[in-house]
């Protein structure tokens, strides 16, 4: 089965397993993980991503996969565990400039994502590469919709993506900052690695 089948499998996959496993899940977000800069068409990676929530003291560990629909479209997947506690979430990543044909590279993200309670993610992320390092930041809003009450937290991520030379791993380092206050038990420190396929 080629990639491209495979990664919306996995995101129903998510989706089944957070509705249907009863258990208690975290506060949890997973930031850009990555620059603004699309996969191209057919490529896909695959990464880890430890998370460390400030506010409570708590982590989580993300598992991720993505996969180029188009050279302006990428499909991202993610699986987050600690414990007993799930989360899981998908979006699209679509690319509004990139370099080299721009100065900086500009994408749009728009998803879902599950875990006590249904949420959205609406963000925009700006980077620019220097040879294998590459700098991100944007502003991120990921409304939660609480059976009462509905809270929108804005996070303003800030990160580095540094491709590893010889090799097809990036690193990543990640700084996830409240912009408000619903965004503050959000807030985190990650990073991690991915892998292209």
């Given at each position: 089965m080629s990639m491209l089948k495979k990664l919306p499998l996995l995101l129903l996959a998510i989706f089944t397993v957070s509705q249907l496993s009863g258990v208690e899940t975290a506060n949890a977000q997973d930031g850009f993980f990555t620059d603004a800069q699309t996969l191209s068409k057919g490529t896909g990676t695959l990464g880890i991503q430890p998370v460390y929530f400030t506010e409570s003291e708590d982590g989580m560990l993300m598992f991720r996969g993505a996969y180029g629909l188009n050279s302006t479209v990428t499909l991202h997947g993610k699986l987050g565990v600690f414990e007993d506690e799930t989360y899981g979430g998908g979006h699209?990543?679509?690319g509004l400039a990139s370099e080299p044909s721009s100065s900086i590279s500009l994408a749009l993200l728009a998803g879902v994502h599950v875990w006590d309670e249904p949420g959205l993610k609406a963000s925009l992320i700006a980077s620019k590469r220097w040879d294998?390092?590459?700098?991100?930041?944007g502003l991120?809003?990921?409304?939660?919709?609480?059976?009462?009450?509905?809270?929108?937290p804005l996070l303003i991520p800030v990160g580095i993506d540094v491709h590893?030379?010889?090799?097809?791993?990036?690193?990543?380092?990640e700084a996830d900052l409240a912009a408000n206050d619903d965004g503050e038990f959000l807030q985190a420190i990650t990073g991690g690695i991915y892998f292209y396929l």
């Open positions: 699209l990543e679509i294998q390092v590459s700098l991100f930041s991120s809003y990921e409304p939660i919709f609480y059976e009462n009450n509905t809270l929108g590893l030379d010889n090799s097809s791993a990036n690193l990543v380092l």
